[in-house]
């Protein structure tokens, strides 16, 4: 039986990843944070366990955005690639955006949309 997988990576392709199996969830958060460190008024993400992320090619790097919260991306080019929280141990989520076939992970419930007390109000999901 062959497993299910896909790949990403940042923008210049010197971090790629690999998944293997189905995500835990695939959400849209609109929290504040996601917005800042993104450039974009909302995130998607897709939450895997760590065991089924495989990370090539160059080590990306980590920025702690806040206690307890550890964001990765490229080095090279800056593509934000996970976020990684204590609250969430054990877990990558992935940006749905840095995967190669993004249309294959659509948003789904729960939780679906996260922090939507914070959603810019013209965005219509």
């Known amino acids: 039986m062959q497993k ?3 790949s990403g990576g940042c923008g210049c392709g ?3 990843f690999t998944v293997t199996g ?3 969830f695939v959400s849209i958060c609109h ?3 996601c917005r800042h460190y993104t450039g974009a008024v909302f995130s998607t993400f897709a ?3 760590e065991h089924q992320v495989i990370w090539q090619g160059k080590e ?3 920025h702690t955005s806040s206690p307890g919260v550890k964001r990765g991306f490229c080095a090279c080019c800056g593509t934000p690639l996970f976020y990684q929280g ?3 141990a054990g877990e990558t989520h992935l940006y749905v955006g840095a995967f190669d076939n993004p249309e294959s992970m659509t948003p789904q419930g729960p939780p ?3 922090f939507q007390h914070e959603k810019i109000s013209w965005v219509k999901v």
Do not use: M
């Open 14 to 16: 010197a971090v790629r």
């Open 86 to 88: 204590e609250r969430w």
């Open 22 to 24: 189905k995500p835990k």
């Open 60 to 62: 990306y790097a980590t």
């Open 47 to 49: 939450g895997f366990l």
């Open 31 to 33: 929290c504040t944070d």
């Open 4 to 6: 299910d997988t896909q």
């Open 112 to 114: 679906g949309e996260v």
